[in-house]
């Protein structure tokens, strides 16, 4: 007779740590984790979130997730103090890839509302024009776009854009950039682009550049 199947397991094989729990932590340490890039990995973190969130809020970092977009990573705690030493690094963005991101989350949003397609994808022509508008006139049109190119560059190393493969100079706009830009950020969308444009122009009051703080994935 099996006397163990008859009592409830131990508080010690209770608290032992799930499998899966190492890796999960793991990879999202290494980056954002999407649901479409290894979908059992995401299922174990779906099962697994409340432990994740225990283990990592030791070390002071929150877990963000989003199920219905299909994404997860961990971000430092709010710590006004200072009193916590940053795991993940804040990198300060320059005026340009701000201005960028500011850009393509205006344009996320038109799309999320004007289109029942999943993907937004770019090209790198089109996001040439959408930013256009924000730039003071150059005659040198192949810096500008020189310049345009390094931008892009940085949100692709950033996880806000993604290159399609077999596809030169076209982008999908990642849907992360939502958690990034958030709602009260994008409320103020108009008044920062305004300032973007007296910026660019030199109209601006000090023409300092605008920049946004990003908790490095």
């Known amino acids: 007779m099996n006397l163990a199947a008859n009592f409830p397991a131990t508080a010690e094989t209770d608290s ?3 499998e899966e729990l190492p890796g999960v932590v793991t990879r999202l340490f290494k980056g954002v ?8 990995l995401w299922q174990s973190l779906l099962g697994l979130s409340s432990q994740v969130r225990d283990y990592v809020s030791v070390l002071g970092l929150d877990l963000i997730r989003d199920e219905s977009e299909g994404y997860a990573f961990l971000k430092s705690r709010e710590d ?11 990198r300060q963005l320059t005026f340009h890839v701000s201005l960028l991101l500011a850009l393509l989350r205006g344009r996320m949003l038109e799309f ?7 993907r937004l ?17 150059s005659s040198n049109e192949a810096r500008v776009m020189d310049r345009l190119s390094t931008d892009i560059r940085k949100v692709v190393d ?11 100079g076209t982008y999908e706009v990642a849907r992360i950039l939502k958690a990034f830009v958030d709602a009260q950020w994008l409320e103020e969308l108009d008044a ?26």
């Open 121 to 137: 994808i770019m090209t790198e022509q089109e996001i040439a024009d959408m930013v256009a508008v924000f730039l003071p006139e």
């Open 33 to 40: 984790l999407y649901a479409e890039g290894d979908e059992k």
């Open 16 to 18: 032992r740590t799930p």
């Open 158 to 168: 950033l996880g806000f854009l993604r290159k399609l493969r077999g596809q030169p």
């Open 80 to 90: 006004p103090d200072g009193t916590l030493p940053r795991l993940i690094p804040r």
């Open 192 to 217: 920062r682009l305004a300032d973007y444009r007296a910026t660019l122009t030199g109209t601006g009051l000090t023409g300092a550049p605008v920049t946004k703080e990003e908790d490095g994935q």
């Open 112 to 118: 999320d509302t004007n289109s029942s397609e999943l």
